[in-house]
Structure formats: C-alpha cells, structure tokens
C-alpha cells in the first residue's frame, strides 16, 4: 500500500524558515518523480514544487522560486521541501504528492501557518 | 499555464439526485484530465483520470467525459458520502494545473 507521511509544519513568523519531510513506503520512491502541493485557506490546490526520480530536476512556480527548495534521499525514502523567507501568503496545508502530473497518491499533510 | 476554469464553484442537491460538474481548460488538453475528491479532513484522492477512465474501487455512480477543452464529472445518484470538494486536474501540459474545485453539499 503505497503510504506518503508529512511532518514538519508548524508556525512560523514571517520572513522565518521551515523544512517538510515527506517519508514514503509501498512503493519504489526512486523510480518516482515526486512534488509539494498545497491548500490555501480558501481551499485552491498550487503545485509549489517537483523533482524528478533521481533529484536532478526540479520545478518551481514564480510563487515560490528562490525562496523553496525540494529535495530528496532516495536512500531514506524521503522527500523535503525547505522554505525560507515565508510570507503569510504562504499559509497553507502542504500535501506530499507521488509523480509530478498526475499526482495519483496523497500524504495526509502538514499544515504551516505563517504569522506573527 | 493551461488554465482550468470550474463551474460550479459550490451547489447543493439532493439525495439520489444526478449532479455534473464541468472544467474548461484554456486550450485543448487532449484528455489528460483527471477528477479527485476530497472529503471533509481527508486529501485529495483520484476518481477519474484520463477523463473517463475510473480508479479501481471507485462506485460506479461516477463517471467522467468530455474531450478538447470542456469535460465533466458525473455523479448519476448522489449518495451522502460524497459530499465534500471536487477537483479537476490538466496534466497535458507541465505544469499541470488545478481548477479551482466545487464545494458539494447535500440539500
């Protein structure tokens, strides 16, 4: 059974730094493209970031490009996704998901909320 | 980016009753859509993807089609379980783009 586990959210101030972990299992996580997205308040899913199967390509919206950065260890069978300088619009829930189209398996999440 | 424009934005109905869903992208998608429900506290999960083609496990009340730019998302009797939010999703394009979703409630 393919399982996808988010940790890391939490509160943050803006302008602060938060780093998401993404542990996999039931699947062979390098073979897999993986990606974040995300859940506004208002309910709006945004693709925030992918990397292909061996961490060699990654993508990233205008959104968020110089400030995250996802990355993997095939070795643990891990995904991440490091954030810095948060703005408030970066409020969300953060879903792991598996491949970087179809988004065919979902984590269960990991809220951060940024505020002062 | 394609852009996917979902209609509606929220509906209730009734219990049994025949509910669709649509999504028009901003140009031809070639099928490569897919639907996914959330329910209340849940993720996302895959209904539909190659716009008619249904997730095993799936119940048979929903069904997907369309083609080009405009598809639709059906559910032939709506049951209670399936309240929560839909959304409908391009991969044709990278990046794959999300439609803003449709709010189900039960009337």
């Known amino acids: 059974e393919v399982q996808l586990v988010e940790s890391g959210g939490g509160l943050v101030q803006p302008g602060g730094s938060l780093k998401l972990s993404c542990a996999a299992s039931?699947?062979?996580?390098?073979?897999?493209?993986m990606s974040w997205v995300r859940q506004t308040p208002d309910k709006r899913l945004e693709l925030v970031a992918t990397?292909?199967?061996?961490?060699?390509?990654?993508y990233y919206p205008d959104s968020v490009k110089g400030r995250f950065t996802i990355s993997r260890d095939n070795a643990k069978n891990t995904l991440y996704l490091q954030m810095s300088s948060l703005k408030s619009e970066d409020t969300a829930m953060y879903y792991c998901?598996?491949?970087?189209?179809?988004?065919?398996?979902w984590g269960q999440g990991t809220l951060v909320t940024v505020s002062a | 980016d394609i852009k996917m424009t979902q209609s509606p934005s929220s509906m209730y109905a009734s219990l049994g009753e025949r509910v669709t869903i649509t999504c028009k992208a901003s140009?031809?998608?070639?099928?490569?859509l897919s639907w996914f429900q959330q329910k209340p506290g849940k993720s996302p999960k895959t209904l539909i993807y190659?716009?008619?083609r249904l997730v095993d496990g799936v119940p048979s009340r929903f069904s997907g089609s369309g083609s080009g730019q405009d598809y639709s998302l059906t559910i032939s009797s709506l049951e209670y379980e399936d309240m929560g939010i839909y959304y409908c999703l391009q991969y044709d394009e990278f990046p794959p783009t999300f439609g803003g979703g449709t709010k189900l409630e039960i009337k």
């Open positions: 998901a598996r491949d970087i189209t179809t988004f065919a398996y």
């Open positions: 039931g699947f062979t996580f390098s073979s897999y493209g």
């Open positions: 140009q031809d998608i070639n099928s490569y």
């Open positions: 990397i292909n199967s061996n961490g060699g390509s990654t």
């Open positions: 190659r716009a008619n």
